[in-house]
Structure formats: C-alpha cells, structure tokens
C-alpha cells in the first residue's frame, strides 16, 4: 500500500524559508515522477512543483527561484525547500507521486505564513 506522510510544516514570517519532506513507502520510489501541490483556502489545488525520476525538475511560475524540490531515492524522500515566502505561498501542502497507484490524496501540511 502506497503511503506518503508529509512533515510537519509550520508559522514562518514572511521574507523566512521552510523545509518540506515526504517520505514514501510502499513503492519503489525511484521508478515514479513526484510533485508537490498546495492548496489555499478558497482556491483549487494547484501544482507548485515538480521532479522525475531522471531528476528533472519543473516549477509553478510564482515560485521559480524561491522553491527547490528534491529527492533522495535511498531515503524514499522528497523534498521541498521554499525561500523568501510570502503570505501568497500559505497553504496546505501536499507531495504526490504520478501514475494510478496515486490516486489519493494525503493529509497535507499546513504552511502559514504571516507576521
């Protein structure tokens, strides 16, 4: 069964930076395109993030030069490093692989930022 827990996020002020990461079980990890999406109150949830199992990466526009998405396929880990965040960026967020064995959502992670 394919589980992907994300940490814990957090309350950062604006202009700060947080580390994201999900780890992943029951799947070979390194065989699968990952993502993380966020979704703020009243919107859609939107794709922020992107990375392939070649290590490819792709970014949401607001977010190119303010976010690094990585993995550690040893880990089974992905990862979302975001900088210089500002009250635009709160939301839950949440990691997701591609391919049917993903069809559920996880929990998500709230990520608030304000001062």
């Known amino acids: 069964q394919v589980q992907l827990v994300e940490s814990v996020g957090g309350l950062v002020q604006p202009g700060g930076s947080l580390r994201l990461s999900c780890a992943a079980s029951?799947?070979?990890?390194?065989?699968?395109?990952m993502a993380w999406y966020r979704q703020a109150p009243g919107e859609e949830r939107d794709l922020v993030a992107g990375?392939?199992?070649?290590?490819?990466?792709h970014y949401e526009d607001s977010v190119k030069g303010r976010f690094t998405i990585s993995r550690d396929n040893a880990k089974k880990t992905l990862s979302l490093q975001m900088n210089s965040l500002s009250p635009e960026d709160t939301a839950v967020y949440y990691c997701k692989g591609v391919g049917p064995k993903f069809a559920n959502w996880g929990k998500g992670t709230q990520v608030t930022v304000s001062s």
């Open positions: 029951g799947i070979i990890f390194s065989l699968y395109d």
């Open positions: 990375i392939e199992s070649d290590g490819s990466t």
